[in-house]
T-cell receptor, first 115, second 113 residues
Framework: DTGVSQNPRHKITKRGQNVTFRCDPI?????LYWYRQTLGQGPEFLTY????????KSRLLSDRFSAERPKGSFSTLEIQRTEQGDSAMYLC?????????????FGSGTQLSVL | ELKVEQNPLFLSMQEGKNYTIYCNYS?????LYWYRQDPGKSLESLFV?????AVKQEGRLMASLDTKARLSTLHITAAVHDLSATYFC?????????????FGQGTELSVKP
């Protein structure tokens, strides 16, 4: 395992449909994050987990969004009743808590297009 | 609320020239990151700056941090085409319990022959 893996790479869906993305972090990393990036902008924090516990959620994360990390390994991000405004790149990152120079390693992202 | 601003947002430069990208942030922070993103790709970590006066260099890129001025710079020396990408700075908010980084808007760098 050489990095953070995300699936699918691309997802096209119709408005109102539900979608689910998966993220597999670097195996020894105990923290996992979800960010969203729209064209021409920097990533925006959505939520993060330490092991299986979801410790913080952004106000950007509406009730239609839910994230899980069962058993503290991979994570899923589900968007229900998608809207066109949900179209974005969804990035997953992981890190190892406790290191002084803790840094986030990002996956390649899932590009969501809502038609 | 912590805000992070980069300038310039777009930078077109010739190969061989030097330039600096600036990153200002609005509240105290102990940690600042620089990332690179190629089109359609994810973010690659370049530098982590942990203290006032920190300076890190790799190849043609050098990053520095002035926590009193709330300013970080990314200096490019003798630019080459391979450095064309978008560069983001990101700041770790005070009392942050997790990786809730606040990113700047990014600086899109284009290096032309």
């Amino acid at each position: 395992d050489t990095g953070v893996s995300q699936n699918p790479r691309h997802k096209i869906t119709k408005r109102g449909q539900n979608v689910t993305f998966r993220c597999d972090p670097i195996s020894e990393h105990n923290r996992l994050y979800w960010y969203r990036q729209t064209l021409g902008q920097g990533p925006e924090f959505l939520t993060y987990f330490q092991n299986e516990a979801q410790l913080e959620k952004s106000r950007l994360l509406s009730d239609r969004f839910s994230a899980e990390r069962p058993k503290g390994s991979f994570s899923t991000l589900e968007i229900q009743r998608t809207e066109q405004g949900d179209s974005a790149m969804y990035l997953c990152a992981s890190s190892l808590r406790g290191r002084m120079n803790e840094k986030l390693f990002f996956g390649s992202g899932t590009q969501l297009s809502v038609l | 609320e912590l805000k992070v601003e980069q300038n310039p947002l777009f930078l077109s430069m010739q190969e061989g020239k030097n330039y600096t990208i600036y990153c200002n942030y609005s509240t105290t922070s102990d940690r600042l990151y620089w990332y690179r993103q190629d089109p359609g790709k994810s973010l690659e970590s370049l530098f982590v700056l942990l203290s006032n006066g920190a300076v890190k260099q790799e190849g043609r890129l050098m990053a520095s941090l002035d926590t009193k001025a709330r300013l970080s710079t990314l200096h490019i020396t003798a630019a080459v085409h391979d450095l064309s990408a978008t560069y983001f700075c990101a700041v770790d908010p005070p009392y942050n319990q997790g990786g809730k980084l606040i990113f700047g808007q990014g600086t899109e760098l284009s290096v032309k022959p």
